[in-house]
Structures are given as C-alpha cells and as structure tokens.
C-alpha cells in the first residue's frame, strides 16, 4: 500500500512560480495566524485525495501543541501518530511501524505551540478567491523542497483543509468535514500503543 500523505512527509511539495514583486496582505495574513493560534483542539472527519487519483477518508484529532491522530477508514490500513516529538506511521497491513522527526513534517506548523510565519515557513503567496484563502507555505532553508497549502473560509474565517505537493510533484489534499473546534479531548484518545506485533516478544 501507498502511505498516506497527510500533511506528514518530510518532503512537502514544489513551489508555485511566484514573481519577486508577489504582494502579501499583511492584515488577512495577521488574521489568519491570530486565528489559527486560537485553535487548541480540532476534530473532524475528512476526505483525503491525491492527484494520481487516489481517495481515501477518515478522522482526525488535534490537540496543540503537539499531538495529533489520524484513522483511516477501511479499506486504507494505516493510522498517523503524533506525540510532540515524533510522528509515528502504523501500517496495519505490513504490520510495519515507522516514525520522522515531527519537526521534519508539514504537520509541525499546525502542531506548534506557537504558530509564527517568517519563523519556520515563508509565505510564497496568500491568495483570495470566492471567499476563500489559499496560504501557499514554504520552508525556509528548503526553499527548493516545496509547499504546504492551506485552505479557509473567508467569512467566518474558517480552516476548510490543507495540501501538501510532494517531489514528486504529487498533489495530497485534504478537505475537513464540519471541523469541531477548542472542545474539550479525552486525552487518551491520542496515546500511540503499539500493537501486538510491535512488542517485543510477541510473536506474528
């Protein structure tokens, strides 16, 4: 199976072709950071697709700083950890269990105590269209290695969901459903335990 991409490889995507002279609003930039540092928790159901045509849904928590799950719905057979350090992969078909730094990944932005653009991610282009923003992202240091995307509402300003373009030039995107904002989490629900197989001394 194909690992998912949500928001979670290290490599996050090509650069739109921007013009040196690329003006950004400042104040709807000041908006949308202010707004996504007043999200403390998120959960959500979501659609992910691919530009290679994949499709694939599930639920998503979050919970800054730091920890995240994503469940793929069956057939897809992976989950998606984080824990403040790491991002963990678990990959119930090849019973395989991977991890990346989290600061590595797309999901570090969403993920951090404090989110400041110009810190770690650049602002390439804030785009306004039909009510909605588009905040093409890119790491700084890593200019050449890619964008993270993301998507809101305009009025009320709103996270709809992300993309990520990987080297490959592949297109990830997610699209939140009805996203539960800043409720309380129980937080045991975000506390990776590995599987049965994963221990040590647990045969197949």
Known sequence: ????????????????????????????????????????????????????????????????PGKMKIAYAPPTPFEIYADGTWLIYVDYELKEVN???????????LLSKEISFGDKYAVAVLRERKGTYRLHLKEIGEEGSGTLILMFGKEPLSLRGWAVIDAQQVRTSITLIKPELNAIIDPKKLIFIPPSWEVPGNSE
């Open 1 to 64: 199976s194909a690992q998912p991409q949500v928001g979670a490889q290290p490599q996050i995507g090509a650069q739109p072709q921007v013009g040196a002279s690329q003006k950004i609003d400042e104040v709807a930039l000041a908006r949308i950071q202010k707004y996504l540092n007043s999200i403390t928790t998120l959960s959500a159901k979501f659609i992910q697709t691919t530009s290679q045509g994949g499709f694939s849904e599930g639920t998503l928590i979050l919970d800054r």
């Open 99 to 109: 991890q990346l730094p989290l600061s590595a990944t797309p999901a570090a932005i």
